[in-house]
């Protein structure tokens, strides 16, 4: 029997999915303990159809809720927009529709770059499937989105259906370059956008680098620390970006520098580090460094600075709240090239988290 849904229903009539379900639970009451969403057969959904016939009027808004599966037809009969590739720019409304595949892109090599990051965001390949991908037509609307005030639309898409994610706005940087496959398998430019979410469901999307498919804890994913090698710390030649871009600079990896001299101190005292990839959601995060004999989660930082240390307090938190819900022991600490101001060493020490900074003999540990 066919079924259809309030997300379905919306978007053909242009009403909100709350005034759809309002109007639902006015008729028939509350949904049973255990069901999820409505699902109406062809009379209730006429029902529905007639009663808000004629009552839509206004302006067309974006009604779909994260989550929402409809089929990817549905939304451009209702807003509009090119039905093919994966950028959309509907007339109907002043949205920018993002589709992704990533069963599909997998299959040309894209979901080496593609996929959600450790920090939340969400790298996602431009449109172009030969030569070089340039700002033109969707992949120029995607890049100036948030100068033009537009909202970015997410959805994943699997066959003729897709499912609505959440909405996003470009990050700092919006884009970056990376060498990808075309089609045939040659390598050429491509542009990898920097999605950050404002209102989205991430678990629907999957982790940077393919997906770890559902439901694997992290005890299947990462059973045991894996061995820690010392980072490469040497200055690197990291191409420009932006749209302010001005060719290629130097970055130099202050941070990793202070990374390998922590975890080679630590060798040499007895109590070698450890990698720790941890599972949050859909997404693979790994603190820089694991310290199985004290369960230490290090986050280092290349700076004492007060910006840089509340950046490490907000992430060192998060690592050993995952770490502890997968069974690690775990204590979290901040690792310094020097001390910080005294008020943030206080702050630490009140929210548990030890201080590491460099020393005339290696590191030590900050007195609360």
């Not at 309030?6 to 009403?15: I, K």
């Not at 509907?90 to 990533?102: A, H, K, S």
Request: glycine share 12%.
């Amino acid at each position: 029997m066919p079924i259809a849904t309030p997300a379905q229903l919306s978007l053909e009539l242009s009403v909100s999915q709350k005034r759809i379900r309002d109007y639902l639970r006015d008729l028939y009451g509350t949904l049973p303990d255990g069901v999820t969403r409505w699902e109406l057969d062809d009379k209730q959904a006429n029902l529905v159809r007639s009663h808000f016939a004629g009552l839509a009027g206004g302006a067309v808004e974006w009604t779909l809720e994260p989550g929402d599966t409809v089929r990817r037809r549905e939304i451009h009969a209702a807003y509009g927009g090119q039905q093919q590739g994966g950028i959309s720019t509907p007339t109907r409304i002043p949205d920018i529709l993002v589709f992704t595949d990533p069963e599909k892109g997998a299959r040309y090599g894209y979901d080496v770059f593609e996929g959600l990051r450790e920090d939340g965001t969400y790298a996602y390949t431009g449109e172009g499937q030969y030569g070089h991908q340039e700002f033109v037509r969707g992949n120029r609307a995607l890049r100036d989105a948030n100068i033009n005030g537009r909202t970015i639309r997410l959805l994943r898409t699997k066959g003729v259906n897709a499912t609505y994610v959440g909405a996003f706005t470009t990050g700092n940087p919006t884009y970056m370059f990376e060498t990808i496959p075309d089609v045939d398998g040659h390598p050429r430019k491509g542009i990898i956008f920097n999605l950050e979410p404002l209102e989205a469901n991430l678990e629907l999307l999957p982790a940077y680098g393919g997906d770890l498919g559902p439901g694997v804890p992290v005890a299947d994913y990462a059973a045991h620390p894996v061995q820690w090698t010392p980072p490469e710390y040497s200055d690197i030649i990291v191409p420009g970006g932006d749209v302010s871009d001005t060719g290629d600079r130097v970055v130099t990896r202050a941070e990793f520098e202070l990374q390998s001299d922590f975890g080679n101190w630590l060798r040499d005292r007895g109590t070698p580090p450890a990698r720790l990839p941890l599972r949050a959601g859909t997404a693979v995060l790994e603190p820089d460094l694991y310290v199985p004999a004290r369960g230490w989660i290090v986050e280092a930082k290349r700076s004492s600075a007060r910006g840089h240390v509340r950046t490490a307090i907000g992430q060192v938190l998060d690592y050993t709240h995952i770490a502890a819900k997968s069974g690690y022991q775990a204590s979290p600490v901040v690792l310094l090239p020097g001390r910080p101001e005294q008020d943030l060493v206080e702050l630490m020490t009140d929210l548990g988290i030890a201080v590491v900074v460099r020393s005339s003999e290696g590191f030590r540990e900050l007195e609360p």
